[in-house]
T-cell receptor, first 117, second 112 residues
Framework: GENVEQHPSTLSVQEGDSAVIKCTYS??????FPWYKQELGKRPQLIID?????GEKKDQRIAVTLNKTAKHFSLHITETQPEDSAVYFC????????????????FGKGTHLIIQP | EAGVVQSPRYKIIEKKQPVAFWCNPI?????LYWYRQNLGQGPELLIR????????DSQLPKDRFSAERLKGVDSTLKIQPAELGDSAVYLC??????????FGSGTRLTVV
């Protein structure tokens, strides 16, 4: 099955700076990579996802990059704000996915992002 | 649209007792998932349904866990008997092909 490694486990940045979280995966057939944000005591919420036919996707201050050759993908948050403080999880399909979204996901262990005022 | 609805939100039981969790997915979402999230960890898949069929239950501890989705809509996850190590948040999620997951708020189970 898929193995997803995520780092760092904790990331502290100054408000206004950028934050980068990195994940690697093991199954070269995987082609769907979502990122989730989870605030304390709340549900994980999808913030951005990318499919393997593109190398980068951006949504306002959030971007995700994918390197299929190296089997890693990264989350980039620019101009960080206090409300960005949360735990972020990357994920990949538990089995090779042809379309993404229907297969079960294997999650990384999470990154606790702390925005310092 | 209504989101994924789970109940109860919290449950405290003594070890060896049974417990059940309920989930109603987003209308029209034919894929339903149950995940378990231990403190400080990412969610771990327990079972996936396509309509009423369990298509991936390889991570479900079948000696004590069971699940059903009889009419292909709402689902129940049961633990019998519960053990101390089952304390976790049990998350339900649903999706429609090609779209990302939506998680429910989860049931926080504490086994004492």
């Amino acid at each position: 099955g898929e193995n997803v490694e995520q780092h760092p486990s904790t990331l502290s940045v100054q408000e206004g700076d950028s934050a980068v979280i990195k994940c690697t995966y093991s199954d070269s057939a995987s082609n769907y990579f979502p990122w989730y944000k989870q605030e304390l005591g709340k549900r994980p919420q999808l913030i951005i996802d990318i499919r393997s036919n593109v190398g980068e996707k951006k949504d306002q201050r959030i971007a995700v990059t994918l390197n299929k050759t190296a089997k890693h993908f990264s989350l980039h948050i620019t101009e960080t704000q206090p409300e960005d403080s949360a735990v972020y999880f990357c994920a990949a399909p538990s089995r090779a996915s042809t379309g993404g979204g229907a297969d079960g996901l294997t999650f990384g262990k999470g990154t606790h992002l702390i925005i310092q005022p | 649209e209504a989101g994924v609805v789970q109940s109860p939100r919290y449950k405290i039981i003594e070890k060896k007792q049974p417990v059940a969790f309920w989930c109603n997915p987003i209308s029209g979402h034919n894929t339903l998932y149950w995940y378990r999230q231990n403190l400080g960890q990412g969610p771990e898949l327990l079972i996936r349904y396509e309509n009423e069929e369990a298509v991936d239950d390889s991570q479900l501890p079948k000696d004590r866990f069971s699940a059903e989705r009889l009419k292909g809509v709402d689902s129940t996850l049961k633990i019998q008997p519960a053990e101390l190590g089952d304390s976790a948040v049990y998350l339900c999620a649903s999706s429609s092909q090609g779209k990302g997951y939506t998680f429910g708020s989860g049931t926080r189970l504490t086994v004492v």
